[in-house]
């Protein structure tokens, strides 16, 4: 949970607390008697969580751009703000070109709560660059929603892990599809991507295991991210990164 507090001087401050990131949890959707991936930090991390707070995070704002860690711009995004989201509160890129993008890949839909609330055909959508109506999240209080799931997911019976499932289940029927080429994704797992689908898309994400960065990328989308690099820049160096 998220909670605000101002001091005298009339600062803001954020807490978070989430008591449902513990490590010594099974689920039936996640096999394994040493429960590993619950280690993993990417799934304990608090920042991954902050994405169902943004309204709290920026509150002046009305909108906002959200891009993810592993993220490429290539193209100028300013025509995402005059999108037309019909009084949806999330503008995202669907997902759902393939079978294994749609929901009942990604919720247990034996469980009765997942069953009665959700379509397991329903399209999955890209948790990586979104433009948010923060007016309407505040309007249709998108964190209590995500509040009350969290809350019935204490035991991980409900979805598979990661911030993903969650998000589709946050924003059920308040996701506004884009154009597809505002956001490339699977460059981190997928070499069949058609190079022109990545040269023609103002985003690309490097989203899966194989990041620019490390020595497993693929060679064949990797230069789409280092030729924004500066390797002489000193902490870049200090990484180790090479061209």
């Known amino acids: 949970m998220l909670k605000t507090s101002t001091n005298l001087s009339g600062s803001t401050h954020l807490t978070v607390q989430f008591k449902w990131l513990k490590a010594d949890h099974l689920t039936t959707l996640s096999a394994g008697s040493s429960n590993l991936k619950y280690r993993n930090p990417k799934y304990l991390s608090m920042l991954n969580q902050l994405r169902f707070y943004l309204p709290e995070v920026y509150p002046k704002l009305d909108k906002i751009l959200f891009l993810d860690d592993d993220i490429v711009v290539q193209k100028d995004l300013t025509g995402l703000w005059s999108v037309d989201l019909h009084g949806k509160v999330n503008g995202a890129v669907e997902t759902c070109g393939e079978s294994f993008h749609r929901f009942d890949k990604y919720l247990n839909f034996s469980n009765p709560h997942i069953a009665r609330n959700f379509a397991p055909n329903a399209c999955g959508w890209a948790y990586g660059m979104n433009i948010f109506d923060l007016k309407e999240w505040k309007r249709k209080d998108i964190t209590g929603i ?24 946050t924003f059920y ?11 490339v994704l699977g460059l981190g797992y997928n070499p069949s991507i058609d190079r022109s689908e990545i040269v023609r898309a103002a985003v690309i994400q490097y989203n899966g295991n194989m990041k620019p960065w490390l020595e497993l990328a693929m060679t064949k989308c990797r230069s789409y991210w280092t030729k924004y690099i500066k390797f002489v820049h000193p902490y870049i160096r200090s990484c180790k990164l090479s061209e």
Do not use: A, C, V
């Open 146 to 169: 995500y509040h009350k799931w969290q809350n019935m997911n204490e035991d991980r019976f409900l979805w598979k892990l990661g911030t993903l499932p969650l998000g589709l289940i």
């Open 173 to 183: 029927g308040l996701m506004h599809p884009l154009e597809k080429s505002w956001h």
